[in-house]
T-cell receptor, first 114, second 116 residues
């Protein structure tokens, strides 16, 4: 059974700092890994999708890496801003018995202080 | 990206009544949609996979008679919480994918259900 762990559970940083969020998963037989952002009481916004054959993806100030063999991914946020404050969720996509599904971590709650 | 719309965003209902939540893919067709439940400070829990034109596939421990799923068209899936009880109060989120099952997943805005 796939398990996804995100560290740290919460992170508070001053504006402008670069930061790294960590995600690990137990079953390396994944198809892809996706990072999401969730604002309080809202749905999920897709940030980056990394296919299993890829090592990293970049979008603006965000960079996500994937080391499939070791079961790890990191999300790097450069020059953080107060608007980046949200919960960041990592999810991996693989076969779960008879159907394919995303397995989520519990998320990292990020607070960027002005 | 793609747009997935979920309605309503909030609903309060009395214990014993049923509530229907809609999930629409606005700018693409989705043969498969997914329904999740999110508890405070917990991971999203997959409840079921909704397949257009066929029965939904429920995850272990999810009561299919309690949580009815209908995926009658390529752009609409509905989740009906039947005979709701306070313990059903939660945040429900749907998602859909544009192409193959291992492509990017897009999520709705979520529905906050409160059963009183």
């Amino acid at each position: 059974k796939q398990e996804v762990t995100q560290i740290p559970a919460a992170l508070s940083v001053p504006e402008g700092e670069n930061l790294v969020l960590n995600c690990s998963f137990t079953d390396s037989a994944i198809y892809n890994l996706q990072w999401f952002r969730q604002d309080p009481g809202k749905g999920l916004t897709s940030l980056l999708l990394i296919q299993s054959s890829q090592r990293e993806q970049t979008s603006g100030r965000l960079n996500a890496s994937l080391d499939k063999s070791s079961g790890r991914s990191t999300l790097y946020i450069a020059a953080s801003q107060p608007g980046d404050s949200a919960t960041y969720l990592c999810a991996v996509y693989n076969s779960g018995g008879s159907n394919y599904k995303l397995t989520f971590g519990k998320g990292t709650l990020l607070t960027v202080n002005p | 990206g793609a747009v997935v719309s979920q309605h309503p965003s909030r609903v309060i209902c009395k214990s014993g009544t049923s509530v229907k939540i809609e999930c629409r893919s606005l700018d693409f067709q989705a043969t498969t949609m997914f329904w999740y439940r999110q508890f405070p400070k917990k991971s999203l829990m997959l409840m079921a996979t909704s397949n257009e034109g066929s029965k939904a596939t429920y995850e272990q421990g999810v009561e299919k008679d309690k949580f009815l799923i209908n995926h009658a068209s390529l752009t609409l899936s509905t989740l009906t919480v039947t005979s709701a009880h306070p313990e059903d109060s939660s945040f429900y989120i749907c998602s859909a994918q544009k192409g193959d099952l291992n492509t990017e997943a897009f999520f709705g805005q979520g529905t906050r259900l409160t059963v009183v």
